[in-house]
């Protein structure tokens, strides 16, 4: 599996922000989704996943209520839609991918995950 993300960009605080991450292959419905963060001098922190399945996703309590990931198996694709954004949030996103192998949760940890996109900057002024 092959990721590329976009949308990343510079935006003031209170904006908004889509990201796209755009997979190859034909098995896109079968992988766990994430997106993580790492800003500079930190470490990178887990923002977001959402299940194989699509009913189920999870957040980082910093992001809760203002980010909403989302997934297009159609178009193999998971969005990141970010709002209320804070200088906080700059960071590069990135995207990854976990194959799931059970119908358990996805993994909110780096670890987990093979496959990863090159990385989108979110930069916000305040």
């Known amino acids: 599996v092959q990721l590329q993300a976009s949308g990343g960009g510079l935006v003031q605080a209170g904006g908004t922000l889509r990201l796209s991450c755009a997979a190859s292959?034909?098995?896109?419905?079968?992988?766990?989704m994430g997106w993580f963060r790492q800003a500079p001098g930190k470490e990178r922190e887990f923002v977001a996943a959402i299940k194989y399945s699509g009913d189920q996703s999870y957040y980082a309590d910093s992001v809760k209520g203002r980010f909403t990931i989302s997934r297009d198996d159609a178009k193999n694709t998971v969005y990141l839609q970010m709002n209320s954004l804070k200088a906080e949030d700059t960071a590069v996103y990135y995207c990854a991918a976990d194959r799931a192998f059970s119908d358990g949760r996805p993994p909110i940890s780096d670890g987990p995950y093979d496959y990863w996109g090159q990385g989108t900057q979110v930069t916000v002024s305040s």
């Open positions: 292959g034909r098995t896109f419905s079968r992988y766990h």
